[in-house]
Nanobody
Framework: QVQLVESGGGLAQAGGSLRLSCAAS????????MGWFRQALGEERKFVAA????????FYADVVKGRFTISRDNAKNTVYLSMNSLKPEDTGVYYC?????????????????WGQGTQVTVSS
């Protein structure tokens, strides 16, 4: 079982930056692929980025590619999402998720564990 707690959300201006963190409990964090998803008000939750267990492979949704960076520190049981050049359409609740993975996954149903989410609001 993995418990995930996100932090780092808040209010940013368009063009600004935020860094989200997701702290995981347990000793087996390094055996889980990790992902970030987001959900805007009134919309379905959507994939943002994912990273493999070792951190060697990452994958991004086209809408954030080149602006967001996912990374992890297995020694700290933490995954990060660095968000630059923020746009108002990046506003939403951001969730991290974990799966005992082998390959990158982008679908929600492929993830077993979820955090409670952290709100990101980007003003124009």
């Amino acid at each position: 079982q993995v418990q995930l707690v996100e932090s780092g959300g808040g209010l940013a201006q368009a063009g600004g930056s935020l860094r989200l963190s997701c702290a995981a409990s347990g000793r087996t964090f390094s055996s889980y692929d990790m992902g970030w998803f987001r959900q805007a008000l009134g919309e379905e939750r959507k994939f943002v980025a994912a990273i493999t267990r070792s951190g060697g492979t990452t994958f991004y949704a086209d809408v954030v590619k080149g602006r967001f960076t996912i990374s992890r520190d297995n020694a700290k049981n933490t995954v990060y999402l660095s968000m630059n050049s923020l746009k108002p359409e990046d506003t939403g609740v951001y969730y991290c998720a974990a799966r005992p993975g082998v390959i990158i996954a982008t679908a929600q149903f492929e993830y077993n564990y979820w955090g409670q989410g952290t709100q990101v609001t980007v003003s124009s």
